[in-house]
């Protein structure tokens, strides 16, 4: 399996992780590309001597497959979020239903929300 790794990305306000920090996450994605085509990492780190967050985020296999990935996640847990809001607001227990996930401008399909009691 040929892997095209993506070079780390570093928040530009902190440049400098610790070196050891961004050695863990490319031995981690090393480890996991030998097992997955697709891996994405992101990580975090306080640094308490700028007073911020420094990241990093890399990944190995098909750039598309990845972004793909990373979308479908943002959705379901938007998706989570929202039915968890509407059902502290009383609404019950709902279900949102994505019914076009095509990202075509076709004015069709959209988010509905049921109610499931």
């Not at 949102?96 to 959209?110: A, K, L, P, Q, Y």
């Given at each position: 399996?040929?892997?095209?790794?993506?070079?780390?990305?570093?928040?530009?306000?902190?440049?400098?992780?610790?070196?050891?920090?961004?050695?863990?996450?490319?031995?981690?994605?090393?480890?996991?590309?030998?097992?997955?085509?697709?891996?994405?990492?992101?990580?975090?780190?306080h640094?308490?001597?700028?007073?911020?967050?420094?990241?990093?985020?890399?990944?190995?296999?098909?750039?598309?497959?990845?972004?793909?990935?990373?979308?479908?996640?943002?959705?379901?847990?938007?998706?989570?979020?929202?039915?968890d809001?509407?059902?502290?607001?009383?609404?019950?227990?709902?279900?949102?239903?994505?019914?076009?996930?095509?990202?075509?401008?076709?004015?069709?399909?959209?988010?509905?929300?049921?109610k499931?009691?």
């Open positions: 399996m040929q892997n095209q790794h993506s070079p780390p990305f570093m928040t530009p306000e902190i440049p400098k992780l610790r070196k050891e920090q961004i050695k863990l996450v490319e031995g981690a994605l090393k480890t996991l590309s030998e097992h997955f085509d697709a891996v994405h990492i992101f990580a975090t780190s640094e308490a001597s700028v007073d911020g967050t420094g990241s990093v985020n890399m990944g190995s296999g098909n750039h598309h497959t990845r972004v793909g990935l990373i979308k479908e996640w943002i959705i379901r847990e938007d998706e989570r979020i929202k039915a809001l509407l059902h502290r607001m009383g609404l019950g227990v709902v279900q949102v239903i994505e019914s076009d996930t095509d990202d075509e401008d076709d004015d069709e399909g959209g988010e509905n929300i049921e499931v009691t």
